[in-house]
DNA sequence: ACTTTAAACACTCACAAAGTTTCCAAATTA
DNA sequence: TAATTTGGAAACTTTGTGAGTGTTTAAAGT
């Protein structure tokens, strides 16, 4: 492995794990056992190495959902096994980091946010698609307009002053938005598929 | 409420949830909806604030294991019920967290981290002494000797450099630790009470 | 032996935030 | 109602951390 590769998979830890600014570009060098010097031959300079390791990140987890997506039967099952894997993966996220990330990285936080919806929206209007083609969802259905809500409801569940932040935890919070979501788009057929594979949501 | 109580549990909240750092005084005034000047009316410092907080946690957490303590209805089901409890209290405790107190405030660290340890072994050696009187435990255990043990083991499960670290997490390291110390002190009566009920550890 | 590299650490400086002060509107008291 | 007190908002000063740079020297490489 490429210790630039490292020095990102190793910062990311950190930095999920105890923040963005409660880690020291010192504490990077010495978890990573060289020299801060050496360690700015790498990187230009701390917001170079939190934009990097942040889109390595994200990155990886665009990778892990295509895998996820590539599995599923059908598109009701491609959006619980979406929900359930960021279900897992914000397990994960340390709200100290969103929160860093936020405060101190607002540009770079934005670029992520849009690449984020980006991303959401075009496996949003793919799952559409599917789900028209398999009959599961309402064939009058905009893909365009569907992704737009389902982007608002995602954005309300992760901004800390929302009313859905008044749900009990995140977990919840999708499950909650996931139920709604299908509900609102399933044909018959698809919501008879939906009851029976609903409760399998690992939350 | 007090004022000066809701102040103690906000900032108790946010440095939970947002590490020690991050959280400035300008963000407590806001979140507590006075100025900073009325902030300071109530606190010394950011460091008055800090311990403040902490020992107010460690005060609530330790009533709390007392009212588990009280519930429990012999010597091991007690050590049980308050693994149990120190593995929910542990999921609820930011890594930043600990981080932040570590690098920036370390006596007031320290201090709490001898309350910690005096109180642990102190609900070791009443623990001990009441699962001799059970005939749970082997009545030649040393209450000093099995205390400090455990406190050597319960040192080791918190510190990220120790041998201990390396199990999957923390609930893993408490069960391990748990199901190592309990088969350590049983008696025979006591071994045949534990089997039948470790699985019960609440994970 | 000579050259290059990088660790360890010293150093400078920027800047965020801690803590203080000011202004003024709102609340309280007489 | 007027006078006094209180506290919010924000400006201000000071402090200290840590980002980034530079120096020394030992270790590694040729």
Partial sequence: MET???LLIRSLEMFMRYGIKSVSMDDIASEMGMSKKTLYQYVKDKRDLVNQSVNY???QDREACSRVLGHS???IEQMLDIASHVIQMMRQMNPSTIYDLRKYYPEGWKKFEEHRKVFIVSCI???IQNGKENGLYRPELSEDVIAKIYITLIDASVNP???LAELQNYSEIIRQVIDYHLHAITTHEGREY???HIEALNL
Wanted: glycine share 0%; charged share 35%.
């Fill in 57 to 59: 990140h994200f990155t």
């Fill in 161 to 163: 002053t929302s009313e």
């Fill in 194 to 196: 939906l009851y029976k």
């Fill in 4 to 6: 630039s590769e490292k």
């Fill in 73 to 75: 039967s059908n598109a």
């Fill in 125 to 127: 209007r793919d799952n």
